[in-house]
């Protein structure tokens, strides 16, 4: 086994990074078993990039997001690198980051865990802290998986599991899967955003042609408190595919517990 660390793979994720991007995270690599593994608790100001085909091992340890000395952190703060990715019993937060809006193109927007174009699985992790503060900026969801297309005609489908995961104070989303994907979105306990005085804040997103499968988990919910029109939701789902949302238990004080806008879908034994 090699031990390495991962400044080299946190500037492949977003070239337009500065050089002199720092993390204090180190794995250990072994690439028969296609894992690297984190070797303690440590702070990153850019995104760790998960290679093609390799589970990121926690083994129990957190990951934290800080600003880099000058400038903002940017993007997400564990990233797909390829078209498979795993990740498993680590926990992804941050501290300190600045209200700052990233612009979407390109895409710097915060998340705690992002896979897009890849399929994979997230499993036994927690994503706790994923914000800027008293922050209105759209971004700041804890995971999210994303494919390209995001209107018909889709593509090619990735398919990802999002199991027994520990989700709170997010800025925007808990969990989202957009665009040409299938989820399995099973046993996670999401808390409410931490900002929702500042945004109208989501738990769980299928939109834009997501399909899959949402059951059994226990989701805080969020209501937005600002003046306006707006509404928070538990569970959006939005010009998605085939849903089902079977046996969630939604508590807490949600202005909406389940918002479906699209067609098809199976709903059933949801407690709200």
Same mark, same amino acid.
């Given at each position: 086994m090699v031990v390495f660390a991962v400044f080299a793979l946190s500037l492949a994720v977003l070239p337009a990074m500065s050089a002199d991007a720092a993390t204090s995270c180190v794995f250990v690599d072994d690439p028969v078993a296609m894992t690297m593994t984190l070797q303690g608790d440590c702070t990153t100001d850019a995104t760790i990039t998960?290679?093609?085909?390799y589970t990121?091992?926690?083994a129990g340890y957190a990951i934290t997001a800080v600003d880099p000395p000058s400038g903002h952190f940017r993007?997400?703060?564990?990233? /797909?690198g390829g078209t498979w990715a795993g990740?498993?019993?680590l926990t992804v937060t941050a501290s300190g980051l600045t209200n700052w809006c990233a612009p979407s193109s390109p895409d710097y927007r915060l998340r705690g865990i992002l896979f897009n174009g890849a399929s994979g699985f997230i499993s036994h992790s927690s994503v706790v802290g994923v914000n800027k503060g008293a922050s209105g900026c759209q971004a700041g969801t804890a995971i999210e998986v994303r494919n390209a297309p995001f209107y018909p005609p889709y593509g090619s489908r990735v398919s990802v599991q999002i199991t027994h995961n520990a989700i709170d104070a997010y800025q925007k989303t808990g969990i989202v899967a957009n665009g040409s994907v299938d989820v399995l979105i099973a046993h996670n306990t999401l808390g409410a /955003?931490?900002?929702q005085a500042n945004l109208a804040a989501n738990g769980i997103q299928l939109g834009y042609g997501a399909t899959g499968t949402v059951l059994l988990n226990q989701v805080a919910g969020n209501e937005w408190l600002g003046a306006s029109s707006y509404a928070a939701t538990?569970?959006?789902v939005q010009n998605a595919?085939?849903?089902v949302l079977e046996s969630n238990h939604i508590?807490?004080?949600s202005d909406v517990g389940i918002f479906v806008l699209a067609d098809g879908g199976t709903y059933v034994k949801n407690h709200v």
């Open positions: 998960i290679p093609d085909g990121l091992e926690g993007g997400a703060v564990v990233a /797909s990740v498993q019993d /955003s931490a900002t538990a569970v959006l595919g085939v849903v508590v807490g004080n």
